[in-house]
Protein backbone atom coordinates (compact mmCIF):
# COMPACT_ATOMS: atom_id res chain seq x y z
CA UNK A 1 0.00 0.00 0.00
CA UNK A 2 1.39 3.16 -1.01
CA UNK A 3 1.00 5.80 2.02
CA UNK A 4 3.15 8.55 0.46
CA UNK A 5 1.30 12.49 0.09
CA UNK A 6 2.64 15.03 -2.05
CA UNK A 7 3.73 17.24 0.89
CA UNK A 8 2.96 18.56 4.55
CA UNK A 9 -0.19 20.54 3.70
CA UNK A 10 -1.60 17.57 1.86
CA UNK A 11 -0.60 15.49 4.97
CA UNK A 12 -3.02 17.62 6.99
CA UNK A 13 -5.62 18.47 4.90
CA UNK A 14 -8.36 16.76 7.20
CA UNK A 15 -7.26 18.20 11.10
CA UNK A 16 -10.03 20.24 12.02
CA UNK A 17 -10.19 22.71 14.89
CA UNK A 18 -10.53 21.16 18.26
CA UNK A 19 -7.73 18.38 17.15
CA UNK A 20 -5.34 16.25 19.72
CA UNK A 21 -2.13 15.95 18.07
CA UNK A 22 1.00 14.46 19.69
CA UNK A 23 4.23 15.95 18.42
CA UNK A 24 7.66 13.99 18.41
CA UNK A 25 10.62 15.40 19.25
CA UNK A 26 13.05 16.29 22.47
CA UNK A 27 14.33 20.11 22.40
CA UNK A 28 14.14 20.24 18.80
CA UNK A 29 15.70 17.79 18.19
CA UNK A 30 13.64 15.04 15.87
CA UNK A 31 10.41 17.36 15.45
CA UNK A 32 8.16 17.26 12.18
CA UNK A 33 9.39 20.97 11.17
CA UNK A 34 7.74 20.98 8.07
CA UNK A 35 4.21 19.62 9.36
CA UNK A 36 4.37 22.14 11.74
CA UNK A 37 4.33 24.44 9.21
CA UNK A 38 1.79 23.56 7.53
CA UNK A 39 -0.73 23.20 10.75
CA UNK A 40 0.27 26.88 10.97
CA UNK A 41 -0.38 27.60 7.17
CA UNK A 42 -3.87 25.81 7.77
CA UNK A 43 -4.54 28.55 10.38
CA UNK A 44 -6.82 25.16 12.56
CA UNK A 45 -7.31 26.69 16.65
CA UNK A 46 -7.77 25.52 19.81
CA UNK A 47 -5.54 22.69 19.23
CA UNK A 48 -4.28 20.22 22.42
CA UNK A 49 -0.78 19.51 21.52
CA UNK A 50 1.22 16.55 23.44
CA UNK A 51 4.76 17.01 23.01
CA UNK A 52 8.05 16.80 25.19
CA UNK A 53 8.46 20.54 25.16
CA UNK A 54 6.90 23.58 23.49
CA UNK A 55 10.07 24.43 21.18
CA UNK A 56 11.63 28.13 21.35
CA UNK A 57 9.44 31.18 20.72
CA UNK A 58 10.49 31.15 16.70
CA UNK A 59 10.46 27.63 16.03
CA UNK A 60 9.23 24.27 17.00
CA UNK A 61 5.37 24.62 18.44
CA UNK A 62 6.81 28.37 19.25
CA UNK A 63 5.31 29.15 15.69
CA UNK A 64 1.69 27.47 16.76
CA UNK A 65 1.75 29.53 20.63
CA UNK A 66 2.59 33.13 18.23
CA UNK A 67 -0.71 32.59 16.23
CA UNK A 68 -2.57 30.89 19.11
CA UNK A 69 -3.69 28.19 17.10
CA UNK A 70 -2.81 26.00 20.80
CA UNK A 71 -5.47 25.69 23.35
CA UNK A 72 -3.91 23.61 25.92
CA UNK A 73 -0.59 21.81 26.18
CA UNK A 74 0.41 18.48 27.67
CA UNK A 75 4.18 18.11 28.32
CA UNK A 76 7.40 17.64 30.82
CA UNK A 77 9.31 20.90 30.28
CA UNK A 78 8.62 24.23 29.13
CA UNK A 79 10.85 26.33 29.52
CA UNK A 80 13.35 28.41 26.71
CA UNK A 81 9.73 30.03 25.47
CA UNK A 82 8.72 33.24 26.30
CA UNK A 83 5.41 33.63 24.15
CA UNK A 84 4.60 29.75 26.15
CA UNK A 85 5.47 31.74 29.88
CA UNK A 86 3.77 34.58 29.12
CA UNK A 87 0.16 33.03 27.81
CA UNK A 88 0.32 30.79 30.44
CA UNK A 89 0.52 33.46 33.09
CA UNK A 90 -2.36 35.29 31.61
CA UNK A 91 -4.53 32.35 31.65
CA UNK A 92 -4.16 32.47 27.58
CA UNK A 93 -2.95 28.58 27.75
CA UNK A 94 -3.91 25.42 29.78
CA UNK A 95 -1.19 22.87 30.82
CA UNK A 96 -0.69 19.59 31.81
CA UNK A 97 2.62 19.26 33.48
CA UNK A 98 4.33 15.64 33.19
CA UNK A 99 7.01 13.95 34.62
CA UNK A 100 8.90 13.10 31.67
CA UNK A 101 9.20 9.24 32.26
CA UNK A 102 5.68 9.20 33.37
CA UNK A 103 4.85 11.05 29.83
CA UNK A 104 6.63 8.86 27.93
CA UNK A 105 4.83 5.57 29.59
CA UNK A 106 1.16 7.29 29.30
CA UNK A 107 2.07 7.48 25.71
CA UNK A 108 3.34 3.97 25.47
CA UNK A 109 0.43 2.87 26.93
CA UNK A 110 -1.98 4.41 24.83
CA UNK A 111 0.01 2.77 21.80
CA UNK A 112 -0.34 -0.61 23.63
CA UNK A 113 -3.90 -0.42 25.17
CA UNK A 114 -3.31 0.27 28.26
CA UNK A 115 -5.49 2.34 29.73
CA UNK A 116 -3.86 3.55 33.05
CA UNK A 117 -1.02 2.14 35.06
CA UNK A 118 0.34 2.76 38.62
CA UNK A 119 3.69 4.48 39.20
CA UNK A 120 5.76 6.13 42.29
CA UNK A 121 6.58 9.03 40.47
CA UNK A 122 4.98 12.37 41.42
CA UNK A 123 3.57 10.85 45.16
CA UNK A 124 3.93 13.45 47.53
CA UNK A 125 3.91 16.14 45.31
CA UNK A 126 1.38 18.29 43.38
CA UNK A 127 1.17 16.11 40.79
CA UNK A 128 -0.70 13.68 42.99
CA UNK A 129 -3.72 16.12 43.04
CA UNK A 130 -6.94 14.32 41.45
CA UNK A 131 -5.43 10.61 40.95
CA UNK A 132 -6.02 7.48 42.82
CA UNK A 133 -3.85 6.58 44.74
CA UNK A 134 -2.68 2.66 45.78
CA UNK A 135 -0.59 0.78 47.83
CA UNK A 136 1.80 -2.11 46.30
CA UNK A 137 4.30 -3.98 48.59
CA UNK A 138 4.00 -1.06 51.34
CA UNK A 139 4.81 1.56 48.62
CA UNK A 140 2.47 4.21 47.49
CA UNK A 141 1.40 4.69 43.82
CA UNK A 142 -0.16 7.01 41.71
CA UNK A 143 -2.82 5.76 39.03
CA UNK A 144 -1.80 7.40 35.55
CA UNK A 145 -4.14 7.55 32.54
CA UNK A 146 -3.11 6.55 29.04
CA UNK A 147 -2.61 9.36 26.75
CA UNK A 148 -4.07 8.62 23.05
CA UNK A 149 -4.47 11.43 20.12
CA UNK A 150 -6.31 12.18 17.20
CA UNK A 151 -3.33 12.81 15.30
CA UNK A 152 0.68 12.47 15.96
CA UNK A 153 2.98 14.32 14.07
CA UNK A 154 6.35 12.07 13.60
CA UNK A 155 9.64 12.85 12.33
CA UNK A 156 12.00 9.98 10.70
CA UNK A 157 15.86 10.10 8.90
CA UNK A 158 14.26 7.24 6.34
CA UNK A 159 10.99 6.26 5.37
CA UNK A 160 9.49 3.75 2.73
CA UNK A 161 6.37 4.13 0.74
CA UNK A 162 4.69 1.84 3.32
CA UNK A 163 5.52 3.70 5.87
CA UNK A 164 8.06 1.48 7.37
CA UNK A 165 10.39 4.54 9.81
CA UNK A 166 14.15 4.33 10.89
CA UNK A 167 15.34 7.26 12.85
CA UNK A 168 18.64 8.53 13.33
CA UNK A 169 20.42 8.41 16.59
CA UNK A 170 18.74 10.54 19.10
CA UNK A 171 15.89 11.62 16.93
CA UNK A 172 14.63 8.19 18.21
CA UNK A 173 13.18 9.77 21.39
CA UNK A 174 9.30 10.17 21.76
CA UNK A 175 8.62 9.94 17.68
CA UNK A 176 8.16 5.95 17.95
CA UNK A 177 6.25 5.94 20.84
CA UNK A 178 3.47 8.83 19.65
CA UNK A 179 3.77 6.73 16.06
CA UNK A 180 1.69 3.99 17.86
CA UNK A 181 -0.71 6.12 20.12
CA UNK A 182 -3.05 8.30 17.67
CA UNK A 183 -5.78 7.23 15.35
CA UNK A 184 -3.26 8.96 12.43
CA UNK A 185 0.28 9.04 12.46
CA UNK A 186 1.73 11.66 9.65
CA UNK A 187 5.30 11.00 8.99
CA UNK A 188 8.01 13.39 7.22
CA UNK A 189 11.21 11.54 6.68
CA UNK A 190 14.62 13.05 5.16
CA UNK A 191 14.58 10.43 3.12
CA UNK A 192 12.01 8.54 1.12
CA UNK A 193 13.13 5.70 -0.36
CA UNK A 194 11.40 2.98 -2.32
CA UNK A 195 9.69 -0.21 -0.60
CA UNK A 196 12.28 -3.03 -0.01
CA UNK A 197 15.24 -1.20 0.41
CA UNK A 198 14.92 -0.98 4.51
CA UNK A 199 16.55 -4.19 6.36
CA UNK A 200 13.50 -5.17 8.35
CA UNK A 201 15.63 -5.56 11.11
CA UNK A 202 16.10 -2.00 10.89
CA UNK A 203 12.85 -0.81 11.05
CA UNK A 204 11.82 1.30 14.06
CA UNK A 205 8.26 2.24 13.85
CA UNK A 206 6.21 -0.49 11.33
CA UNK A 207 4.37 0.81 8.80
CA UNK A 208 1.18 -0.46 9.95
CA UNK A 209 0.69 2.58 12.35
CA UNK A 210 1.50 5.08 9.84
CA UNK A 211 -0.83 6.56 7.60
CA UNK A 212 0.43 8.77 5.57
CA UNK A 213 4.25 9.66 5.24
CA UNK A 214 5.96 12.63 2.71
CA UNK A 215 9.74 13.70 2.10
CA UNK A 216 10.43 16.84 4.08
CA UNK A 217 12.61 19.91 3.18
CA UNK A 218 14.86 22.44 4.56
CA UNK A 219 15.46 21.18 7.63
CA UNK A 220 17.52 23.49 9.87
CA UNK A 221 18.36 21.20 13.14
CA UNK A 222 18.54 24.14 15.44
CA UNK A 223 20.48 24.23 18.70
CA UNK A 224 17.63 24.49 21.27
CA UNK A 225 20.05 26.57 23.78
CA UNK A 226 23.89 27.29 22.80
CA UNK A 227 26.55 27.41 26.05
CA UNK A 228 30.26 27.95 25.64
CA UNK A 229 32.58 27.10 28.10
CA UNK A 230 34.58 29.96 29.47
CA UNK A 231 38.41 30.36 28.16
CA UNK A 232 41.10 29.78 30.07
CA UNK A 233 42.92 32.44 31.35
Known amino acids: ?????????????????????????????????????????????????????????????GLLLQTRQIRKMISTYVGENKEFERQFLQGELELELVP??????????????????????????????GKEKRVFDGREYLMERALKAD??????????????LVYHKTTR?????????ARITIAEVEQLVPIGSIDPDSVHTPGVFVKRIFQGANYEKRIEKRTNRPKSS
Open 173 to 181: NFNPMMATA
Open 100 to 129: QGTFAERIRAGGAGIPAFFTPTGVGTPVEQ
Open 151 to 164: FAFVKAWKGDAMGN
Open 1 to 61: MNKVVKNADEAVHDIQDGATIMVGGFGLCGIPENLIAALKRKGVKDLTMMSNNAGVDDFGL
